[in-house]
């Protein structure tokens, strides 16, 4: 068994935590699953907004914390971004979130995964964002090798 990939980036501003996120969303083909960690204010919606894009979304990327989840489509295939950060418990929304994973003709980017941690996949990309200072971040992408594919374009 191949060791997962581990792969840190410095973003010095939004733009380039955005440019980190095209990369990734350039790479998916439908059935990954995307965990994003980080404090509130950390950049999560900045790297889905620059995700989507890199998808071949043209819809507007905003956070999804009070409506918990949203769809971006590029044509062919959807990718789902939620965000768990409100919620208390999982209820409905496990089941929703499961209901998606079965589709391999979508991607999924979720916000806050804790709560549900348990229909969460083995094989998922995570990254990590940490705050720098001013708008800079570390990120830390923990990559399964059967994603590899997905941070190929990070790689130096």
């Known amino acids: 068994m191949s060791q997962p990939l581990r792969l840190q980036r410095l973003s010095q501003n939004a733009l380039e935590t955005e440019a ?7 790479q998916l083909m439908g059935g990954e699953v995307i ?3 980080s404090d509130l204010g950390g950049g999560k919606t900045t790297f889905t907004r620059g995700l989507a894009r890199g998808f071949g979304s043209d819809d507007k990327v905003s956070s999804p914390t009070f409506t918990l989840s949203k769809v971006y ?4 295939r959807e990718l789902h971004h939620f965000d ?6 999982a209820g409905l929304m496990q089941h929703e979130l ?6 391999p003709d979508c991607s999924i980017v979720i916000e806050w995964a804790g709560i ?5 996949p ?11 200072g ?14 590899g594919y997905l941070v190929k374009g990070l790689q130096q």
């Open 73 to 76: 489509e590029n044509g062919r």
């Open 116 to 120: 549900v941690e348990d229909v969460m």
């Open 84 to 89: 768990f950060y409100r919620l208390p418990e």
């Open 98 to 103: 499961h209901d998606v994973m079965q589709d």
């Open 122 to 132: 083995k094989n998922r990309l995570r990254v990590t964002l940490t705050n720098e």
């Open 20 to 26: 980190l996120g095209e990369a990734v969303g350039k």
């Open 134 to 147: 001013d708008d800079a971040r570390q990120l830390v992408f923990d990559c399964p090798t059967e994603l």
């Open 35 to 37: 965990e994003l960690n």
